[in-house]
């Protein structure tokens, strides 16, 4: 059921690769709601070629964008205003990737040129966006702009590895932009700490599937799915939630503040 919460509303959309990504299903949701947005993602997640779909779909346009690239962010923004017609109301990072976890290196043995990529590709491309986007006076007044995040940026999970810490410097990225944006015309930049989800970045994460259930388990509204994520990042572009700014906003099925879960204590059941 839509409700126009974004009728008339521009976005720009980064991070669909396919139809399990947190993007998609807000890309889908966005539309269902009335905004129009242009997608993003990297050239090389280009070639596979399923944002063609989706960017069929929603009746959006796709402009490629290294989000480590300053010169591609500047184009993004451009664009997306000729495109849209007029400055850009919301903003979706949903943006993550890191090498270490990708080879699979433990925390205590860290590639730092990994580490310097990661912080790049996931973190600093949320501070490039603001930064152009501010600079160019590219979003509107009381603009919305949502990142993906997970909990691990507060609490330890040994296989996240340096996704922990650069997950830490995106909620703080986000705090800081969002004074400063705040201050320039009450743009809102929220993140949003979201379950584990079952897409390609998740599913690249050593134990995952355990580590899944073990969420389920202990939510006692167990994990929360891409397509309620998708429906709270609507609710964070949408005009209802002008006053929320500099969050990091748990969407988690409870997962955050439930100490312990019967379903997850009878696993250790002695019979
Ligand atoms: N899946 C989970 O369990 C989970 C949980 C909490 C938060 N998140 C976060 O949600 C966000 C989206 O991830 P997802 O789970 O939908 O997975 P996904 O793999 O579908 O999306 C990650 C996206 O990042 C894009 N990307 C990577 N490098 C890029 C670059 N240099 N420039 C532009 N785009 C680039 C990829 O092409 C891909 O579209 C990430 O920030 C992730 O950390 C995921």
Redesign the pocket.
Same mark, same amino acid.
């Given at each position: 059921m839509a409700y126009n919460l974004l009728k008339g509303k521009r976005g720009i959309i980064?991070?669909?690769?396919?139809e399990?990504?947190?993007?998609w299903k807000v890309a889908e949701k966005a539309h269902e709601e009335g905004a129009i947005f242009v997608l993003s993602?990297?050239p090389i997640?280009m070639r596979m070629g399923e944002i063609n779909a989706l960017a069929k779909k929603t009746n959006s346009q796709i402009i490629p964008?290294?989000?480590?690239n300053v010169d591609d962010i500047t184009n993004l923004f451009t664009q997306s205003q000729e495109i849209l017609g007029g400055k850009i109301d919301f903003v979706l990072h949903?943006? /993550?990737?890191s090498v270490n976890i990708r080879k699979n290196l433990p925390y205590p043995e860290l590639d730092y040129e990994y580490y310097q990529k990661g912080i790049d590709?996931?973190a600093f491309?949320l501070h490039k966006m603001l930064s152009v986007a501010y600079q160019m006076d590219a979003i509107s007044d009381w603009g919305s702009v949502v990142a993906?995040?997970?909990i691990a940026a507060q609490r330890t999970y040994p296989f996240y590895t340096d996704m922990a810490d650069i997950k830490a410097l995106l909620e703080s990225i986000t705090r800081s932009f969002g004074y400063h944006y705040g201050k320039k015309n009450h743009t809102r930049i929220n993140t949003v700490s979201?379950?584990?989800?079952k897409?390609?970045? /998740?599913n690249g994460i050593k134990g995952f599937g355990e580590f899944y259930d073990f969420a389920d388990a202990m939510s006692p509204l167990g994990n929360a799915s891409a397509e309620s994520c998708a429906e709270y990042c609507i609710t964070l572009f949408s005009d209802l939630t002008k006053m929320v700014t500099m969050q990091n906003l748990f969407h988690d099925g409870g997962y955050s503040t439930t100490g312990a879960s019967t379903e997850a204590i009878e696993k250790f059941g002695r019979g």
């Open positions: 980064t991070g669909a690769l396919d399990n990504s947190i993007a993602n990297a997640a964008a290294d989000a480590t949903s943006i /993550g990737m590709v996931s491309s993906l995040s997970y979201q379950s584990p989800t897409t390609t970045a /998740g």
